[in-house]
C-alpha cells in the first residue's frame, strides 16, 4: 500500500523524509527489543493488580480483569496498528506553486498535482499519513480563500535585497553623482537665494534621479559628464572643442541623456539590476513608470552611496554649512526615534519571516522522530494520540497564519499609506507610520501561531480525554456485564436448589 503526499516546498521534502526515515528505524529497534510490547504487559499487570486490591467479589474477580483486559487491548491495538506501525509506502511531491497569483496576491498556493518525488520515499503509518493529507489540503485551501491583494511588501523586500553588482555601473554612478546631482543641488540652492525649497521639490530632488533636474531647464539639460562615456557616441554639436573624443569615439552626454537614455542609459542599466521576476511584479503590483524611479530610488537607497570628492558634490557644496548642520541634526533625531529603529529592525523581519516556515517543518520532523517514543512510553495512550494529531495539524496549518499576517501586513499598508503607495516604496514617509506598520505586522507573525497553536493544543487534549473515557466506559461496562454473569447464574443456582 503506498499513497503521494503534497508538501510545501522541498526544504519540508527533505525534513519530513528525514523525519519518517529515523522514526522507521526507532519504530524497528523498539519492536525488535520488545520494547513496544511493554505496554500490553503493563496493562495485564495494572488490571491484575486492581484486581488483588479489590479483594474477592463472589468468585467473579478473574472474569472482571479478563474483561477489563480485553477492552483495554482492543483500545491499544488500534493505537499499535493505525498510529505507530508504519505499514503504508509513501512518497511525498513537492508541490508547485502559481507564481501569478503570488505575484498578484503575494499568497502562496500549491497545486498538488505538480511537483517531483525526487526519488525518496519512507514507511507511515495509516493514521498520520491521513493528518498530513487532511492538514496540506486544509492549509492549502485556507490560504487560496484569502481575497486577492497587491503584493506590496514581497516587492519592497525583493527591491531590499537588490545589489549593484556591476563595478561599472557603480563607478558610473559615482560619477554621475559628483558631475550631475552634486552640482544640480548646488545650482538649486544658489538659485533660492534664500527662499525655503518647496516641500515637494524638497522629496523629489533628494536622489540622483529627481524628475525636478530632469525636466527643468537649467540643470540635468545643461550639465554634462566630465569624460567621454561609453555607450554615448560623439555628437559635434555637443562635444565640439572637447577633449579627448572627436567622431567614431565615446562623446560627453548630458546629465539628461546620461540618465534616460534606453538601454546604455543608467536608468536602465539600473533596471537590469532588479531581478526579472520583481520587474514583473512591480509592473503587476503598481503599473507606471514613476513606480519604477521610486523603485530604483530605494534600491539606490540599500546600497551603498557612492563617495563624494571635495567641492564635486560634496555635502558642504550641496546645502552649505547651514544646510549641513540642519541634516544632521534631522539624521540624529531620526536615528533616535522610532522610524530609525523601525528601519534597522526591518531586515531582522525579513529574515523572520523567511526563517520561520524552517523552523515550522524542523519542528514537525522533531515531533515525527520522537513519536515511537511517546506513544510507547504512553502506553498507546488515545489521550496522547488526538493531542498529538492536533497538535501536527496546527503545526502545519500555520503556514495560513503566516501567509494571513502577511496579507493583513499589506492591507495595512494600503491603509496607512493610501495614494502616496509610490512615496512607500520609494522608502518616503513619517516614522510614525513605519513604526505603527512594523510592530503590529510584527506581532501578527508570532501572535497568530502561538493563540492558534495554545486552542488547538486545547482542543486535542479535551478530545483525547474524551476519546478516552468513553473507552474506559465501555471497559467498566464490560465489567459490569461480567459481574452480572457470575451473580445471574448464582441465583439461578439457587432457585433450582430450593426448588428441589
Not at 231 to 244: E, K, M, V
Request: with cysteine; aromatic share 12%.
Amino acid at each position: 500500500m503506498s499513497a503521494d503526499l503534497m508538501t510545501f516546498g522541498y526544504f519540508e521534502h527533505v525534513v519530513l523524509v528525514l523525519g519518517w526515515v529515523v522514526n522507521n528505524a526507532i519504530w524497528g529497534m523498539l519492536n525488535e527489543s520488545m520494547v513496544a510490547a511493554l505496554p500490553f504487559v503493563a496493562l495485564v499487570l495494572r488490571e491484575w493488580y486492581q484486581a488483588r486490591r479489590e479483594g474477592e467479589d463472589e468468585g467473579n474477580k478473574g472474569l472482571l480483569t479478563l474483561n477489563r483486559i480485553e477492552a483495554g487491548f482492543y483500545a491499544m491495538i488500534l493505537i499499535y496498528g493505525f498510529c505507530t506501525a508504519p505499514i503504508m509506502s509513501v512518497n511525498f511531491q513537492t508541490g508547485e506553486y502559481d507564481q501569478t497569483h503570488f505575484q498578484q496576491c503575494g499568497t502562496t498556493v500549491y497545486d498538488s498535482t505538480g511537483g517531483t518525488g525526487a526519488g525518496m520515499s519512507a514507511q507511515i503509518p495509516l493514521w498520520w499519513a491521513a493528518v498530513h493529507a487532511v492538514s496540506h489540503g486544509a492549509t492549502n485551501a485556507a490560504v487560496a480563500s484569502l481575497p486577492c491583494k497587491p503584493a506590496y511588501q514581497h516587492v519592497a523586500q525583493k527591491l531590499d535585497e537588490t545589489v549593484v553588482k556591476d563595478p561599472k555601473l557603480r563607478y558610473q554612478l559615482n560619477e554621475f553623482q559628483q558631475w550631475c546631482f552634486g552640482m544640480a543641488r548646488t545650482k538649486l540652492l544658489r538659485d533660492s537665494d534664500g527662499n525655503s525649497v518647496p516641500p515637494d521639490v524638497t522629496l523629489d530632488v533628494d536622489w540622483i534621479g529627481s524628475s525636478y533636474f530632469l525636466n527643468t531647464p537649467g540643470y540635468y539639460d545643461s550639465l554634462y559628464a566630465d569624460k567621454p562615456t561609453q555607450g554615448f557616441p560623439y555628437d559635434a554639436n555637443r562635444d565640439a572643442g572637447r577633449s579627448s573624443t572627436g567622431p567614431g569615439q565615446p562623446g560627453y552626454p548630458t546629465c539628461k541623456e546620461w540618465w534616460e537614455t534606453s538601454g546604455v542609459g543608467l536608468r536602465s542599466r539600473l533596471m537590469d539590476q532588479v531581478d526579472a521576476d520583481t520587474q514583473s511584479a512591480l509592473s503587476t503590483v503598481f503599473g507606471t513608470s514613476s513606480a519604477e524611479d521610486a523603485a530604483l530610488r530605494r534600491v539606490l537607497k540599500g546600497n551603498p552611496r557612492p563617495s563624494r570628492k571635495p567641492g564635486y558634490g560634496s555635502t558642504f557644496a550641496d546645502e552649505g554649512l547651514s544646510g549641513w548642520v540642519a541634516r544632521l541634526a534631522n539624521d540624529a533625531a531620526g536615528f533616535v526615534g522610532m522610524g530609525a529603529a523601525a528601519a534597522a529592525a526591518a531586515p531582522a523581519k525579513a529574515i523572520m519571516v523567511d526563517a520561520l516556515p524552517m523552523v515550522q517543518w524542523l519542528t514537525l520532523m522533531a515531533m515525527i522522530m520522537a513519536l515511537p517514543f511517546i506513544l510507547v512510553f504512553s502506553g498507546y495512550s488515545w489521550k496522547v494520540t488526538g493531542l498529538f494529531t492536533f497538535i501536527m495539524f496546527g503545526t502545519v496549518f500555520m503556514t495560513f497564519w503566516w501567509q494571513l499576517a502577511a496579507w493583513l501586513d499589506n492591507n495595512l499598508t494600503e491603509i496607512l499609506y493610501g495614494a502616496d503607495m509610490e512615496g512607500w516604496l520609494a522608502g518616503i514617509g513619517n516614522s510614525k507610520e513605519k513604526s505603527i506598520r512594523w510592530f503590529v505586522s510584527f506581532s501578527m507573525y508570532l501572535v497568530l501561531p502561538a493563540l492558534w497553536m495554545s486552542m488547538l493544543a486545547w482542543a486535542g487534549y479535551r478530545g483525547g480525554e474524551a476519546a478516552s473515557t468513553a473507552i474506559k466506559g465501555g471497559q467498566q461496562g464490560a465489567s459490569d456485564a461480567g459481574g452480572k454473569g457470575p451473580s445471574a447464574a448464582n441465583q439461578v443456582a439457587g432457585k433450582a436448589k430450593g426448588k428441589k
